[in-house]
């Protein structure tokens, strides 16, 4: 029974239209163009390179898309045990109209040409989107995008603050957040006037969420303005060269001042919490960060209760963190759980994380899935796995175990999978 009854709640969960919480996607070139878009995706390149492919036959800059393919096929043969290569393949499948159970030296050329053929069509955009069953699709914008040339509607804008928070020592960086907010970056005063600028531009084009990458050391803490203030002087004066407890106060402020404005601006603020970068200097591009087991939700405890009007869409980075997640999910009202990030996103991580964070927290809270993707082509993949598990937590636990009728099933599947994402991204227009 089990076999199927995961079979017809899978085809139900996948006959929906859903939304995208959190991408990549560069909204005026969502679409791959070659082979090597998808191949180069920083999962393929770090598995080859641990398998044994030097970083710089990898990372070879005169190589043509074509030859890059071909050289990173080389490594496949140690990959087909993973579920990333399974992505590909069924991509190849749904997508591309390829079936294989491996891709090797015989095949790639001919997967590559097919794929080409797909590419080059001028609703290729349309047509995965389709296949893919997307409505909306979130992105990852700097804090100086123009939001312009593209449909906010579908490409959804999403204010990422990291440079803001960690990297305002950097010229460059208060360079760019001058000139996109018209305010001289010379005082706090001055400072806060430019990331308001900032929220009512992204307003402006509706924006749904601000979101923030977190090291594990991280824990944010109220400064008086007087602190930071004084503490950006010398970051004024001495950029980088500034200590590191300087930069850390001006971090802290900021970082405040965003949580302030989520509540005054109505936004979620996802929480991206976990990740040491750069563990592997010698990786690949994007293959390079680890987590910590270190880290703990305890950090975030005066956050949480400092603003209980801003919801706080947590991701944590490894499974480990799982069930403090759901624990700050289970008491906080303003916690949700969301997704299953980064080296929790495999079947077996997120199958237990899944089905602990459905035992336990409110349904309305449980964000079930997000691509994470930098191409439009991983939606396919990425999220049938993730219905999978869904399917198969719903089958095991609430229909055998508990008595739960498929129909019942089905609608908490719907809730986890698109319900959620709309009442807590869009509360402000729907």
Not at 18 to 25: E, F, G, S, V, Y
Not at 137 to 163: I, M, Q, S
Not at 212 to 217: G, K, N, Q, T
Not at 416 to 421: C, I, P
Request: glycine share 4%; net charge negative.
């Amino acid at each position: 029974m089990s076999a199927a009854l995961k079979t017809r709640l899978f085809d139900e969960l996948n006959s929906h239209v859903l939304i995208d919480p959190h991408t990549h996607i560069n909204p005026h070139s969502p679409a791959s163009e070659t082979l090597a878009d998808i191949l180069g995706y920083h999962y393929y390149t770090e598995l080859a390179h641990s398998a044994g492919m030097p970083q710089s036959r990898i990372e070879d800059a005169t190589l043509t898309p074509k030859e890059k393919v071909g050289r990173l096929v080389e490594g496949l043969g140690h990959l087909d045990n993973t579920v990333q290569l399974s992505w590909l393949l069924e991509a190849a499948r749904e997508l591309f109209g390829v079936e294989l159970d491996r891709i090797d030296a015989s095949n790639w050329e001919s997967l590559y040409d097919a794929a080409q053929k797909k590419f080059d069509q001028p609703d290729w955009e349309e047509q995965v989107l389709r296949l893919s069953k997307l409505e909306a699709v979130f992105l990852t914008n700097d804090f100086d995008d123009a939001l312009e040339g593209f449909d906010t509607g579908r490409y959804v804008p999403c204010l990422r603050t990291d440079d803001l928070v960690f990297h305002l020592a950097k010229p460059a960086v208060r360079q760019r957040l001058q000139a996109c907010s018209a305010t001289s970056i010379d005082s706090l005063a001055n400072l806060q006037v430019a990331l308001r600028q900032r929220f009512e531009h992204f307003t402006a084009h509706q924006v749904r969420a601000c979101a923030i990458s977190l090291p594990p050391h991280f824990t944010p803490q109220r400064v008086s303005d007087a602190a930071a203030s004084s503490a950006l002087d010398k970051v004024l004066a001495q950029n980088e060269e500034a200590s590191e407890q300087e930069r850390a106060t001006v971090g802290y402020w900021i970082f405040w001042k965003l949580a302030e404005f989520c509540a005054e601006f109505r936004l979620p603020f996802d929480l991206m919490i976990g990740v040491n970068r750069a563990v592997y200097p010698a990786g690949v591009f994007q293959g390079q960060d680890l987590y910590d087991s270190r880290v703990s939700l305890i950090q975030y405890r005066e956050l949480f209760n400092a603003f209980p009007s801003v919801t706080f869409p947590v991701s944590v980075l490894a499974s480990v963190t799982n069930q403090e997640l759901v624990s700050y999910a289970w008491i906080f009202p303003n916690v949700v759980c969301n997704g299953h990030w980064w080296y929790s996103n495999t079947p077996s991580f997120i199958r237990r994380d899944l089905q602990a964070r459905l035992e336990a927290v409110p349904r309305n809270k449980i964000v079930g899935y997000y691509s994470d993707m930098y191409k439009l082509e991983f939606a396919l993949p990425k999220f049938a796995m993730f219905k999978r598990c869904l399917a198969s937590v719903l089958a095991e636990h609430f229909v055998e175990s508990m008595g739960w009728s498929e129909q019942r099933a089905v609608e908490l599947g719907l809730q986890t999978l698109r319900g959620n994402v709309e009442s807590l991204f869009y509360a402000q227009s729907r």
